[in-house]
Structures are given as C-alpha cells and as structure tokens.
C-alpha cells in the first residue's frame, strides 16, 4: 500500500508539471490580444466626460444636476453610470490615467477569455470554439471603447455564461448570481436593459420549444431577474437610474447624429466583418438546428436586428449570438488533446509580450488629447478668458470638462439626454455647415468660440457680430466679443 501510494503520488507529481494543453493556450493569446487592446491610449471623447463626473464625485459627491454646462445649468442629471465614473476617478487619483488604462486591458483580458472559454464549453470542439470565437471577436472588436459600455459588455458575457451552463458553479444558483451582477451592470451602464430582454427571450423560446410548458430552469432565472430588478432600486437615484437608458432613446434627434448610433456601414471594415458573423450563425443555426432549436433563433435573431439599427449593439449582438453558434456546431465526441513541450514556450512567451506592452503602454501619457483643441485652450486660458460663455462642438466640449471642470462650463457636450432639445438641435446644425451662427451666438449670449479652423462660416462672426480672432492654428480658431478682446490684449498667433 505505501508504494502504490508513491506510484500515485509520482503520477500526480508528474501531471502537474505536463505542458499546459492546447487549449489553455489558446486562452492566454486571446486574454493577451483583449489586454493588448485596453492599452490603447484613451482618446475617446464620452471617457474623458465619465472620468471628470468621477473627479467631480470625490470631490462633492453624486451629481443631482449639471454642473458642466451654462446651457443647462441645474438641470436634473442623473449619472447612470455613476459606480464606473467613481471607480475611474479613484483609479485616476491614486495611480493616474495609467491606472484606468490597467483595468482597461484587464477587462479586455477577461472578455477575450471568458469568450473562448465559454464556446469550448458549448461547441467541446476547441477547433470549432477558436474559429467561432475569432470571427464573432473580430465583428466586435472595434466596439470595445474605453468607455462604462466595456463593463457592460463583460456583465453580459457573464449573465450569458450563467444562462447557457446551468451546471457551471455560477448557473447552478442564479438566484445568488444575477441580482449582484445586474446590480452592478444597472449602476455602470444603461445597457443593463438588454440583460432583461435576453433572459426574457430565453424564457418565450424555452416555452415555444416546450409546447407551453416552462421549465423549471427558466423559472429559476426569471425569479432571479425579478429578484434583480428589486435590488436595482438601491442606488443613489433609486428608479429614475432605471428609466435613465429609456429618457435617452427619447432623444433620438440627438442620437441620429452620433456615429454609433447610427446603423453601420456595411462596406466598411466593421459592417463587412459583422455581416460575415451574421451569415456565420445563419448557416451554424441551419446546420445544428437541432441543437439549439427555436430557442437559439428566438434569441439570436432580435439580437442580431438591432445591431444594424445601431452600430454600438454590435458587440452586444455578437455576445448573445456567439453561444448559440457555438451551441449548434456541438460535438458529442471532443477530440484528444496533445502536449507538446512547445506549449511552454508559447505560454511563455505570450507572458513575456503582454508585459512588454504594459511597460510601453506605462512608458506614454495614457489619455491622447491629439485630437482637441489643446493649444488653442492655452491660448484662452493665458489670455484669460476662461469662465466665458464659449461655444465649441460637442465631442471638444468633453475635453474642455475633464480639463477645467467648473472653471469653464461649456455649451454642450456629449451627454444628451441632459440639454434641451433646441439646443442640440442648434449645435447640430452649425455642426452640419447650416447653422445659423449670428442667431445663434445672440440667442445663448456667447463670447467666446472654439471652433475647427476649417469651417469658413466663422467669417461670419468677424464681420457681423464684433468677434475677433484671437488664435488660429490648424485644428481650431478662437474668436472673442470685441469687448473682450480689447480688455484682454492683443492677438495671439
């Protein structure tokens, strides 16, 4: 009996020390290449928005009106996602934007990860696991914004984990596990909705396939998602932070305008990639219907509809869809898995890369304001004429935020379902090139503008209105009232 039990302990022993699989492999290149992606440095306009409300809750709590605007200034503002707004500005406090920028790669890891991982459990194929997740992956990758949106396309990946393997440790109690997890989800992102259309869908599709019978298992999540939906109620803003996602749809005006609300273009490297995924799952779902049955298209069809409503639900629609694709091309008989000693070396040198990177990415500021009018704003700030009634576009005024803060409150930025229609619609127009510019600079009583430097109606201004120019250089012209031009010097250039 002792040496049988050293003969097992020497086989353990040996086990242990095997090259990792395959597929574990497999794992760590798409856990580097999500990590790889949250390093890029934060140029996103909407981020920089979150991460001032973030300083702006350190410093005098949850936001009750707009305190960034003149143009809707003490307006009812409800910070949907105020818990990722705090969580970047405690980052942003204690280790700087590179701080923000870790999480970052840190939650593209996980997606990337998670997402592999989960297709293997569905498909037990780790060649048809790679190829579903690679092409679903790739249609999505685009979409993974520096933005609370990333967090909530993680919640979504993991309330779809708990929904499609009820024997994993997190789908055997989904009343334990959801509550939390759409708690979270409904305190960072308005997508948060899409989760209790998801498990609806999976409930009506469990009943179509079960002749009018609900399984117990369905029982079981809708009771979780009812038990959710309760506990949402706690927050700072109680149920206006539910309705919140609805009171933006509403401003559709506003939102026809934004890229990624719009449907996308199919000719483009993103709308061919998406549309590649959708022939994907039509012809997994036509060849494994038995499989997943109406379920998967009760499901996967709504999912994939709104994608091309909107360019931002592309990532949404292929974490629902990609299960179901996975699901259908299942195999019973999983295929033996070698392990070579090269497996070593590639984990290895997977490692070796992700940090190389971290320490580049660490090496360079991590917000890139490349993109904004950062010499013409030290051209106002020195000249000072900052606190002014300044009129810039909406994607600046953003940066304008996260730069001043109170100091200098802006027209408009990219939260719109705070500002009024009117004036969305107006900056939408001088946006377009036919705005009315000398209406409406008397209208809202505007001194000061930050503008692209390109658009020629500013001359407008100069010769109607008593603007002068005070800075041009390629990317943006500041104008000034005569007023104030003459109180505060010369011409800058």
């Known amino acids: 009996m002792e040496g049988e039990s050293e003969a097992d302990g020497t086989r353990r022993d040996s086990r242990m020390i095997q090259p990792p699989r395959f597929d574990t492999v497999v794992t760590i290149f798409l856990a580097l290449a999500g990590w790889h992606a949250g390093l890029a440095r934060i140029s996103d306009n909407s981020f920089f928005c979150h991460l001032a409300t973030g300083r702006w809750i350190l410093a005098h709590g949850i936001p009750r009106t707009d305190p960034f605007s003149f143009t809707a200034a003490g307006t009812r503002w409800v910070a949907e996602s105020w818990l990722a707004d705090l969580l970047y500005g405690v980052l942003d406090r204690r280790f700087g934007p590179a701080g923000i920028l870790t999480m ?127 506990l949402c109620l706690i927050n700072p803003y ?38 590649l995924w959708v022939l994907v799952f039509v012809v997994a779902a036509v060849i494994g219907f038995g499989n997943i049955k109406l379920r998967g298209i009760i499901v996967g069809v709504p999912f994939l509809l709104i994608a091309f409503w909107a360019e931002r639900n592309i990532g949404i629609a292929t974490i629902v869809t990609f299960p179901i694709a996975a699901r259908a091309l299942r195999t019973e008989h999983e295929r033996p898995q ?9 984990a290895a040198f997977a490692l070796a890369l992700g940090g190389w990177w971290t320490m ?50 802006v027209f408009m930025d990219d939260r719109y379902d705070v500002y009024p229609a009117d004036v969305t619609r107006d900056l939408a127009s001088l946006l377009s090139g036919h705005g009315d510019w000398l209406r409406i600079v008397q209208q809202y009583g505007i001194d000061l503008v930050v503008w692209p430097s390109r ?39």
């Open 104 to 230: 970052n790669a840190a939650v593209g890891a996980a997606i990337a990860a998670l997402w592999y991982r989960l297709a293997l459990r569905l498909s037990r194929d780790r060649v048809r696991a790679l190829l579903t997740t690679l092409l679903s992956l790739s249609a999505s990758f685009t979409m993974w914004s520096p933005r609370p949106l990333l967090f909530g396309i993680l919640a979504l990946l993991i309330l779809v984990w708990i929904v499609e393997t009820p024997d994993s440790i997190a789908g055997r109690t989904p009343i334990l596990t959801i509550p939390p997890l759409i708690w979270l989800w409904a305190n960072i992102h308005g997508s948060f909705v899409l989760g209790f259309i998801y498990v609806g869908l999976h409930g009506l599709g469990r009943l179509l396939d079960r002749g009018g019978s609900l399984p117990n298992r369905s029982r079981q999540l809708i009771a979780a998602m009812v038990a959710a939906l309760a």
């Open 455 to 493: 658009d020629p109606a500013l001359r407008i201004l100069e010769s109607a209105q008593g603007f002068q120019q005070r800075y041009e250089d390629q990317q943006a012209v500041v104008l000034v009232r005569a007023h104030l031009a003459g109180a505060n010097g010369a011409k800058s250039q």
């Open 360 to 409: 580049q990415a660490w090496a360079h500021p991590a917000l890139d304001f490349r993109e904004y009018p950062v010499a013409a704003m030290n051209a106002v700030e020195s000249q000072g004429l900052l606190g002014q009634r300044l009129l810039t576009t909406d994607s600046w005024g953003d940066y304008i935020i996260l730069r001043y803060g109170v100091r200098q409150r």
């Open 338 to 346: 070698m392990r070579p000693a090269f497996n070593w070396i590639a």
């Open 238 to 275: 109680g149920g206006a932070i539910l309705i919140a996602p609805f009171r933006l749809l509403g401003h559709h005006y506003a939102l026809s305008n934004v890229t990624e609300w719009r449907p996308p273009v199919l000719l483009s490297l993103q709308g061919a990639m998406y549309t």
